[in-house]
């Protein structure tokens, strides 16, 4: 996202230049008007395609509850709705008090932003220069909806089995200490990682920030928690993939949002992203059921709904930089890789990641931030970079540097928060609460009524 | 009396019901069941982890009938459920020594259909 918002503040002085060429008198009024007030650059058009980007990457959380919830047993499902509900009432209001400055205020040596930005103390209409030409909350807003699926997208690794109260205190921890700094690294003014005065690593809608990051946090879980009770044996297969499927439309749905979105412009670069995006996630549905029709016979609903959501994950961190074919490749990859992770590695160590959030969305988001390293081309996004077939193969350590950074600090901080939330709450329920389900025991709610 | 257990494939219901009626039986209990016989289950994957023998799906009738009508009971599933191929199902027949109709507290042999 940071190589748009460099290539739009080129054409404000081109445009200004534009207008001198004609008249000094002309040229004389523009100066005094920049001199006198700040020249508004909202841009009607890229207002409305990034709040309409907001709306839809904002639906993608109640997608997640559902593609995750028809994932669990029945006992479950209004655990999960529940805690992705709850990770949107929750971040939101994180992210007004506290996150966006934390995430995107001014600069903190590089590591996080300062808390100047507190409570969206002198955040208002006027644009940022994250997004020139858009009010500068429209961004906040955009901003948020991802800080508020990324906890979000942990949920499927400690499903079934996590305390509801030490739930949503993780989840604070977490998007505060883990979320707010990545995110400052990649995407902040100054941040040490990314485009913005950092080492160069590029991401465009948060391969890195969001996928991995979640991705690493859903591995410390399933190692930290432990495995359900029975599993993998004992534990009844997905009790409503009708739903598995309606969430994974919904998620495909909202990602043109979360991508073509993160062009923060209505313009050519989101349209290539939008581009990349569907294609991606097409290729890697294929992939995935040819995989599964090789090796168990048939192709599966829930084979292609995985692979789907994998290419997408994948796909997110290269959107804006890649040409079609690029992301064809990004996306065959993301199957594979993810489909073995799936079904030989997770079985292998025999962790309990429950509904795959690691295996799908860390491996994706892995593979995609690195692959982005090898795709981009300027030719996409003149404001990106080229990657190692470009020419560049200096960007794909700049990446493969970066994906480990955000591995190790998202793996270690999850784990360190986990312990200290399991000393102060308990992080798992009773093997009773476990057995009976979440539902009833956190909640006190049923799903589903038996008879009438 | 007899109380008649047929466990059957989900698709013969409604052949199975159409033949009851044609023969005057219309007491029926119909609910779903999961099960599994000789021909085991369909073992299913999901994201490549195998369940090993599932249950499949299966409907259970249960009629309880005057003795006269067994064996038209009986005949009507028969008709109605066979197709000649593993997983047709079972009928059960057992003893029955009691039936109350609760609306008017009739029993016995007057308090069936």
């Known amino acids: ?452 | 009396m007899k109380y008649v257990i047929a466990v059957i494939q989900p698709d013969r219901l409604d052949e199975v019901l159409r033949r009851l009626t044609e023969k005057a039986i219309h007491l029926v209990t119909v609910s779903n069941v999961v099960g599994r016989g000789r021909q085991r289950g369909i073992a299913e994957v999901y994201r490549s982890h195998k369940e090993a023998g599932s249950l499949l799906k299966k409907v259970k009738l249960e009629i309880a009938v005057n003795n006269a009508f067994v064996k038209p009971a009986v005949d009507a599933i028969m008709e109605g459920a066979r197709t000649g191929q593993v997983g047709d199902g079972k009928i059960f027949v057992l003893e029955l020594p009691e039936c109350i109709r609760i609306s008017t507290g009739e029993t016995g042999d007057g308090a069936i259909g």
């Open chain 1, 1 to 452: 996202m940071g190589g748009v918002i460099r290539r739009n503040w080129w054409l404000i002085p081109a445009c200004l230049g534009l207008w001198s060429s004609g008249s000094d008198a002309v040229a004389q009024e523009v100066a005094s008007i920049t001199a006198a007030t700040p020249v508004s650059t909202i841009n009607a058009s890229d207002t409305v395609w990034v709040l309409l980007a907001t709306a839809l990457v904002m639906l993608m959380t109640p997608g997640l509850a559902f593609f995750y919830g028809g994932l669990v047993r029945k006992k479950n499902i209004l655990s999960i709705l529940m805690q992705c509900f709850t990770v949107m009432c929750l971040i939101s209001v994180q992210w007004v008090l506290v996150g966006y400055s934390l995430s995107f205020g001014p600069d903190l040596g590089g590591i996080t932003g300062s808390l100047d930005w507190l409570g969206l103390k002198g955040v208002g209409m006027a644009p940022s220069s994250y997004a020139p030409t858009v009010p500068h909350q429209a961004f906040v807003l955009f901003q948020m909806m991802f800080a508020v699926i990324t906890p979000g997208l942990i949920i499927g690794a400690f499903a079934e089995r996590m305390k509801f109260a030490a739930f949503c205190l993780f989840s604070l921890l977490w998007a505060t200490f883990v979320y707010d700094p990545v995110a400052h690294w990649i995407w902040g003014n100054g941040g040490f990682l990314g485009v913005l005065g950092g080492k160069g690593a590029v991401d465009f809608a948060g391969g890195m920030v969001v996928h991995i990051n979640a991705g690493m946090a859903a591995l410390a879980a399933a190692v930290f928690l432990g495995r359900r009770q029975g599993y993998p044996h004992a534990i009844s297969p997905p009790h409503n993939l009708p739903f598995a499927a309606l969430g994974a439309s919904l998620l495909w749905f909202g990602w043109f949002g979360f991508n073509a979105g993160s062009a923060l412009a209505a313009n050519s670069v989101a349209v290539s992203a939008f581009m990349a995006t569907h294609v991606a996630g097409a290729v890697a549905g294929i992939t995935w059921i040819v995989l599964d029709w090789i090796k168990f016979g048939k192709p599966t609903i829930l084979g292609m709904i995985t692979g789907a959501v994998a290419g997408l994950a994948a796909v997110t961190p290269a959107s804006g930089f890649v040409s079609i074919s690029g992301a064809v490749w990004i996306a065959v990859g993301a199957g594979i890789i993810c489909w073995i992770a799936v079904t030989f590695t997770k079985a292998r160590f025999k962790y309990d990641d429950s509904l795959d959030a690691f295996g799908v969305h860390g491996i994706g988001g892995i593979w995609g931030s690195i692959a982005v390293g090898i795709w981009a081309t300027k030719a996409v996004n003149p404001a990106g970079v080229d990657g190692l077939i470009y020419g560049n193969p200096a960007q794909l350590l700049i990446q493969l540097k970066a994906v480990a950074v955000t591995m190790v600090y998202s793996f270690v901080m999850s784990l360190l928060l986990f312990k200290f939330v399991d000393m102060v709450a308990g992080l798992r329920v009773s093997e009773h609460e476990e057995r009976i389900g979440l539902d009833l025991t956190q909640h006190r709610e049923s799903g589903y009524t038996v008879i009438d």
